[in-house]
């Protein structure tokens, strides 16, 4: 069977790996140059060869399916714990120890090399923005189910479908399909998934003594997440990575990208010293959709019956994590191997 998978992100990936494992045909379109979606790593600096993660900064894991995962990574050296000290600052400026009773994972090569890792044996096809599907039917049967629509025009056909993207871009593509087949349910529920929106700036001091804990956690209005990149790897790279507080983001969604670094920088020269004001080099990206305010309660959706497979995966399925953006893609790879074996 061709199936389709919209997204390069841990869950389309390990929904693909699954499924490519069983001897199913697998395609991942994927609208960026890299893969991994929010497990995400900028090359910053001025020669642009220092790695930062400017997504998500660790995770943890607590399910046995995803702890086998972040075995197996282990076990190839791509991912490892963050060891050292985190910190917490409160409202008044008070700073405490950050109790953690779980592990926290890193990659120390960037969090994209779990994404390249679980997609080194997919056909990956990278700046692929899908923009629409049609569903061709059961009535037509020398063709497949769905046809997958580009902005260049070009169009691919497929047996099944896995959206795997964040509920509001699934949303837009599902609607898409809204005059041919049974979608609304899926419609209607996905369109529920709330977002909260983070801006990340990444800055470099080459000058500066860094604080020496790995990260502080923030009670602030603008900052809610400092890391201390330096100590994930050992390019001697002296870099922070700094997030917003969503309540942040949501009032300067449209302020000008600058004038919202100058906000960021100036809030943390306020927490940590004057000199963090002023890094040798700087950068700033917005996540729309950081992570999912109200999950859905299932592990998975999908359009029911052979003739025209369709699925929805990803974090917003049981949680906003990277663990439950891979169970989601996981048992989705799962329960279709399980449902299309010959
Ligand atoms: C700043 C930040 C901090 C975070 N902190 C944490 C944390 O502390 N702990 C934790 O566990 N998680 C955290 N997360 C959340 C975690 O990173 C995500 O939940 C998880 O990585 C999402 O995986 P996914 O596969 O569901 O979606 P994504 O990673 O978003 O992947 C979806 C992919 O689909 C692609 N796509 C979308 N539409 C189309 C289209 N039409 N055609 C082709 N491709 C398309 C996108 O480009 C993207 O690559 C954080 C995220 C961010 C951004």
């Known amino acids: 069977m061709k199936i389709a998978v919209i997204g390069a992100g841990i869950s389309g990936l390990a929904a693909g790996r699954e499924l490519a494992n069983a001897g199913h045909e697998v395609v991942v379109y994927e609208k960026s140059g890299g893969y991994g979606g929010r497990l995400a790593t900028r090359y910053a600096g001025k020669d642009l060869s220092q790695k930062l993660d400017h997504g998500v900064p660790f995770f943890t894991a607590k399910s046995s399916e995803f702890k086998k995962f972040v075995t197996e990574l282990a076990a190839k050296n791509i991912l490892t714990t963050w060891e050292g000290h985190f910190a917490k600052r409160n409202e008044d400026g008070d700073i405490s120890d950050l109790d953690h009773d779980t592990p926290f994972y890193i990659a120390a090569n960037g969090m994209n090399s779990i994404g390249k890792y679980l997609g080194r044996n997919l056909d990956i096809r990278l700046n692929e923005k899908v923009g629409g599907l049609t569903h061709i039917g ?19 056909s497929a047996d ?37 929106s983070q801006y990340t700036v990444m800055a470099g001091y080459e000058e500066a003594n860094l604080p020496s804990w790995n990260a502080l956690e923030c009670d602030d209005e603008v900052i809610q ?19 917003t507080s969503s309540e942040f983001a949501k009032e300067h969604i449209y302020t000008d990208r600058e004038e919202v670094k100058e906000i960021i920088l100036d809030r943390l020269s306020t927490i940590l010293g004057g000199w963090a004001a002023l890094p040798e080099w700087s950068q700033i990206h917005f996540w729309r959709y950081s992570q999912a305010k109200n999950p859905l309660p299932h592990d998975f959706m999908e359009i029911k019956g052979n003739e025209t497979p369709l699925a ?27 449902q299309f074996a010959d």
């Open 138 to 156: 059961e009535n037509r049967r020398k063709k497949k189910s769905w046809m997958l629509n580009f902005p260049t025009a070009l169009t691919e």
């Open 160 to 196: 099944a479908v896995i959206i795997a993207a964040p509920a509001r871009q699934a949303y837009a593509l599902l609607n898409t399909t809204i005059d041919e087949i049974e979608t609304l349910k899926l419609i209607r529920e996905i369109d529920e998934v709330e977002y909260d």
């Open 225 to 243: 997440w400092i890391s201390n990149e330096s100590t994930k790897r050992t390019d001697g790279a002296k870099n922070l990575v700094i997030q």
């Open 312 to 338: 929805l995966v990803g974090s917003y399925m049981n949680g906003n994590t990277v663990e439950s953006a891979y169970l989601s893609g996981l048992r989705l790879g799962k329960h279709w191997v399980e």
